[in-house]
């Protein structure tokens, strides 16, 4: 079969005529083997064959003939029905073919108990789903679907909530519009949607499997759908016009409790989403509300840090970046404070950490801290926005952007990073004079509210004083010399001396008075 999907692949041929009689055949027999290479040979030749068939009626009698297999249960195993639905997978969407998927693989879900085979079912719906969702051909299986989604069966609830979602989502990726039966398809699984995030909202966050259908109701109401008339019910479903809720209860977005247990790459993508819709549609309302935006930005930096899967901590930053581009002075105070609030948390754990391992290593996140505050910053970024808002945004980080945990690994300085903006670090130092100042002597009062904020702020003087010698240095000797006039200390008198003499168990009494 190598042979076969070497030679086949090196001719420029339509191979449509030959296919179905020759060599779909052999793929089919083959896919059922017990050895493992023979199956990934099979599914090598599929991935040929479904790029050398141009006549889309062969297309669909192909894969008609593929999914007959497991729709009659003539499959040996759960690794026979993986490929056959691998192969679905292969072939390109169209009218007719996208239709006989849609009908066919919602029925299996139903008679598929193998978790690894489920997935692989509903990777195959999802391109199909999607295209169906913008034809005009009628969509058979939506009331099947939307059975599945209220399935008392977790896995199968949601691995179908992430193919539906997925394919609802890529409709919108790919800038199309709905159809009119895709538009049906929509009003028969709202019911299912409104009853996943009236779920997931009491689900208590120990069950952490319980969550990934209601972020899909929640992304997708605010995202995809959110001018959809037949999702306009979901708008008042209580979770979601709570969805900014902090204290007493946290609403189930935003509440670390969950998030930080998430079991999947999906969950975490779905929320990831949920966070953009509510900074994209909820923008205002997070501006007035500083604990939401926190939380919304610790949730951010949870999954750009914290992730356990690297393509997750790579998208996440690609829609930090995004976000920034559409709300830079949002995205800017968001990540400012979130970042300032989770150094702080870190700094409070290290020690306890050091204390029960001393062999334990602390992982430096400056790298992740490098990467986050490049999409803040991000160049293209500037196009379509204000000056103002650039020189604000560069003034905003000039303390946090020399944070002690910041170190060469993470490839940015403060100076860099306002270079990105567009805007010369010396000019921005001159005009925001009055501004910086205020940052540094707040960063660095006596006694600092945190002491590693005061060691950036002396690490920003320097900066400063290498950009701009002739302001700085002389603002930070005009500072020290009025800290340390002693008329600063005439308040003290015999009283204070004699309070400041007495023992600390000890109380003062003034004998004179």
Known sequence: MAVTSDLLSGLPYDLSSILP?????????????????????????????????????????????????????????????????????????????SSIVVDTLPGLCTKEGNDHALQALCGALIPHLSHSLTSNTPIGSASALAKELGSTKLSARRALANAVGESIWNVHSRQ?????????????????????LTASSTNQPANSTGFLEGYVAVALSLGPLYTTPSASKLASVPALSD????????????????????????????????????INRQGRKLEKDDAAKLAVGMALIHLAFESKSSEVRRITTT???????????????????????????????????????????????????????????????????????????????????HHPEINEDAQVSWIGLVQSLGLDPATVAVDKRTRILESLWEAASAPPSD???????????????????????????????????????????????????????????????
């Not at 199309?176 to 996943?196: C, D, R, V, W, Y």
């Open 319 to 401: 829609a930090i970046s995004d976000l920034a581009k559409a709300h830079p002075r949002l995205i800017s105070h968001l990540i400012r404070d979130s970042l300032r609030n989770w150094l702080q948390i870190q700094d409070a754990r290290a020690p306890k950490i050091r204390k029960a391992d001393e062999e334990e290593v602390v992982e430096s996140k400056s790298r992740d801290i490098g990467k986050l505050l490049s999409a803040v910053f991000h160049h293209s970024n500037t196009s379509s926005t204000d000056k103002s808002i650039c020189e604000d945004i560069a003034v905003d980080y000039i303390v946090l952007a």
């Open 176 to 196: 199309s519009q709905f159809s009119n039966e895709g538009e049906k398809f929509l009003e028969t699984i709202m019911p299912a949607l409104e009853t996943a």
């Open 21 to 97: 009689g020759k060599l779909v055949t052999a793929a089919l027999s083959s896919s059922k083997s017990s050895n493992p290479d023979t199956r990934a040979k099979s599914l090598n030749l599929m991935k040929v064959i479904s790029s050398k068939c141009e006549d889309t009626s062969i297309q669909t009698k192909i894969v008609t003939e593929i999914l007959s297999l497991p729709k009659t249960g003539k499959t040996t195993s759960p690794e026979h029905r993986i490929v056959l639905f691998q192969m679905t997978a292969l072939f390109p969407t169209n009218d007719s073919t």
């Open 451 to 513: 002491p590693r904020l005061a060691e950036a702020s002396y690490r920003a003087i320097t900066t400063l004083a290498f950009v701009q010698p002739e302001i700085y240095v002389q603002a930070v000797l005009e500072k020290l010399e009025d800290d340390l006039d002693p008329a600063n200390l005439d308040f003290i008198g015999l009283e204070e001396r004699g309070i400041w003499a007495s023992p600390p168990d000890q109380l003062f009494v003034d004998g004179q008075s």
């Open 243 to 278: 969805i900014l809720a902090v204290s007493p209860k946290p609403s189930f977005v935003l509440n670390d409790k969950i998030y930080t247990r998430l079991p999947a790459p999906e969950d975490e993508k779905w929320l990831l989403r949920c966070l953009e819709g509510i």
